[in-house]
């Protein structure tokens, strides 16, 4: 099982990202997926998540920027950033919720600075 994040960049404050996760080795199609984050000296903190039926949760410190959604014939799910803060500044990884320890990816740095 691999999964590979991607579209992580520099961006300045108030600006928006979009990060893929795609998923090789087995499907997601009926799985709770999350996007995870994990800041210098930080524990890594859900802050995403989606079920296999597309209900979406959002930790406060996200809720009404950010967007999760999947593409089920793709095997791949995503995370619209919009009015990005320095505080989003992390390496973004996806995985099921609840995590598998396995399937942790390199992760996409993301970091929001002017």
């Known amino acids: 099982v691999q999964l590979v994040e991607s579209g992580g960049g520099l961006v300045q404050p108030g600006g928006s990202l979009r990060l893929s996760c795609a998923a090789s080795?087995?499907?997601?199609?009926?799985?709770?997926m999350g996007w995870y984050r994990q800041a210098p000296g930080k524990q890594r903190e859900l802050v995403a998540r989606?079920?296999?039926?597309?209900?979406?949760n959002y930790a406060d410190s996200v809720k009404g920027r950010f967007t999760i959604s999947r593409d089920n014939p793709q095997n791949t799910i995503y995370l619209q950033m919009n009015s990005l803060k320095p505080e989003d500044t992390a390496v973004y990884y996806c995985?099921?919720?609840?995590?598998?320890?396995?399937?942790w990816g390199q992760g996409t740095q993301v970091t929001v600075s002017s």
């Open positions: 995985n099921k919720v609840p995590y598998i320890a396995d399937y």
């Open positions: 080795g087995t499907t997601i199609i009926f799985s709770a």
């Open positions: 989606i079920t296999g039926g597309g209900t979406t």
